[in-house]
């Protein structure tokens, strides 16, 4: 939240007065910069439903209060070093290395506003609405006519009174009104400048002082424009990411851990759901998806092999390939690699179709691995769940 609220400030957007701390000892210090005798201590972590959540190690129920500047260490010691759980997070929750202090404020209105890009207009897209700090999903069901939406022509951007008229449709007035175009404004220039894939902003608040300011924002980048983002890709937090998910990526592998048992390699995304799919009929569940491209050469493979298997919760592992673009050869090279170097520790099942596949199955057989090789998908989906009960 404090890293993409610093992003818009510099944009010209209005946003909270806010202060990072990573000790109590800086929380405490950083808490008498703020005006009056309160100030909102929010904790920093990548999920949802803060305010409602709690700490795993101490019990401690939520992760937004608003308290008196001298509570500042205290709340932070609670906090800091501590693991949230939300209904987003699942039982493992997020580890809180940061605080973020905040002014604190009283809203008269909440507004939503977002940007995104529009495949049926081909471009950006603004989108409003005059109730905000709920969820939007909620919102468009109670009254889809709630929801304002304004294409943009991404070679003209957006205009002072195209960003004044969504104001007004959003539902400020007067001084207000100048305000929010501000605001929107900014964060087209942010949406534009920074490659983002989405700018939510949930609420933009009309204070009782007459400001309208960004309380709360939700920020997606393209990971294409990492080269010319370095700055914001920095501030990349990989504690706040599965570490399983951060090897991957390192090998441009698409994976996403499960709670499953039964882990998959597979080529291509549609198959690799319909693994799942098959692997979830047979009575398991996928420990992940995992998708290694028709670009993947034996390293990316043996990446890939040892990510699974050091994967604490298989129980077994099922290969499913269908070579088109990536070899089956290629694959098994892979494999065999992987199991020289780590060794095989979990029951394995391979299925190589299509090209060179007479190949990858010779590699696996002169190998003299213990590997269960099935040519039906369902007869090797089958067994994999088998070997993981």
Known sequence: ?????????????????????????????????????????????LAGGRGLGHFKENGFQGGVHIIKKSQAAEYADKMLGK??????????????????????FQIKTEKYFAILN????????????????????????????????????????????????????????????????????????????????????????ELTDGRVIVCDAKVGFDDNAEFRQKKIHDMRDTTQEDPYEMEAKKYDLNYIKLDGSVACMVNGAGLAMATMDLLDLCGAKPANFLDVGGAANKDTVTAAFKLIQN????????????????????????VVSAVKEIGLTKPLVVRLV??????????????????????????AA???????K
Do not use: W
């Open 382 to 388: 089958k067994k994999a769940v088998e070997l993981a």
């Open 83 to 104: 693991t949230l759980i939300t209904k987003q997070t699942g039982a493992a929750g997020k580890p809180c290395n940061t605080v973020m202090l905040c002014e604190k």
């Open 1 to 45: 939240e404090y890293q993409s609220l610093g992003v818009f400030s510099e944009f010209g957007v209005a946003t909270p007065k806010l202060a990072v701390a990573k000790t109590p000892e800086e929380a405490a210090q950083k808490a008498q910069e703020f005006s009056g005798d309160d100030v909102v201590i929010k904790v920093q972590v």
């Open 311 to 334: 994967d604490k919760d298989v129980k077994s592992i099922l290969i499913n390939i269908f070579g088109g673009i990536m070899r089956c050869d290629v694959i098994a090279e892979g």
């Open 118 to 205: 529009d495949r049926g207009s081909g471009g950006p897209i603004l989108i409003g609405s005059k109730t905000g700090g709920t969820s939007i999903e909620d919102i468009a069901a109670a009254d889809p006519t709630a929801i304002v939406k304004v294409p943009v022509d991404v070679m003209e951007g957006v205009s002072e009174a195209m960003a004044k008229d969504m104001a007004t449709q959003m539902g400020f007035s007067g001084a207000q009104a100048d305000h929010a175009a501000k605001s929107i404004l900014g964060l087209y220039k942010v949406f534009t400048d920074c490659d983002c894939t989405m700018v939510e902003i949930n609420p933009l608040a």
């Open 354 to 379: 299509g090209t060179n596949v007479e190949l990858g199955k010779k590699i696996i057989e002169d190998s003299g691995l213990p590997v269960h090789a099935i040519g039906d998908f369902h007869e």
